[in-house]
């Protein structure tokens, strides 16, 4: 029987997104070219997995017809973006109901974007620390035993994990720079509807800006 994506990353079929991430960061750990040699071919049908089944169109698309367009790196970032801007947009729209006429929610979406993007840095940044951290440590154990050198081993494997971790982060950093671009092109305006909530037409919202008279 033919092998499926979920299989590749050793999930199952209805596994939550969380659950896809963690499957994929565990396995391109185990098999990232740079710690395990020889895996190449493993690594890099764990990496073509996660790009199709962590995007929930191409999830959907896969699971119903069982094929994978495989996509350059640009146009999977481009994709992983649309498809994040589709699910901010969604949130942010449900969340502020009746009031979503009275707020700028692409500078909420915007916002939202930024704070993300802020937080994926401080975790490469933070994992690059722990790298050097366990690096350190790992050149200052000495061993003259027997058998294995499990700290060293330990050292090696938490080094190994923070490789991988970085490189899903700094993906995602280029999302989120996508995300960015592409919401350079939006934005948001105050019509004649909106004077209620603010007094007038031609008033300045809440955000400071000015309504636009329209239908």
Request: glycine share 6%; charged share 30%; hydrophobic share 35%.
């Amino acid at each position: 029987m033919p092998q499926t994506l979920y299989d590749t990353l050793g999930i199952d079929k209805d596994a939550t997104a969380d659950q896809i991430k963690q499957a994929y960061w565990d396995r391109a750990r185990k098999t990232h070219p740079d710690h395990s040699p020889g895996h190449e071919d493993e690594f890099n049908d764990a990496a073509i997995a996660y790009q199709v089944l962590s995007i929930p169109q191409r999830r959907k698309d896969y699971d119903e017809i069982g094929f994978v367009n495989t996509m350059t790196e640009n146009e999977t970032i481009k994709q992983e973006a649309y498809s994040r801007i589709s699910e901010i947009f969604m949130a942010v729209v449900e969340r502020l109901g009746p009031d979503i006429y009275t707020i700028d929610i692409i500078s909420s979406i915007r916002n939202k974007s930024e704070s993300a993007y802020k937080q994926l840095a401080a975790e490469a940044d933070q994992a690059m620390k722990s790298i050097t951290q366990w690096d350190k440590i790992r050149k200052r154990i000495s061993f003259s035993g027997d058998g294995a050198n499990i700290m060293a081993n330990v050292c090696d494997k938490q080094i190994e994990g923070l490789s991988a971790k970085i490189e899903m982060v700094q993906h995602q950093i280029k999302v989120a720079e996508k995300i960015k671009e592409v919401l350079v092109d939006y934005d948001w305006e105050f019509t004649a509807r909106d004077s209620g909530a603010f007094g007038h037409v031609g008033a300045t919202s809440p955000l400071g800006r000015a309504i636009i008279p329209g239908v």
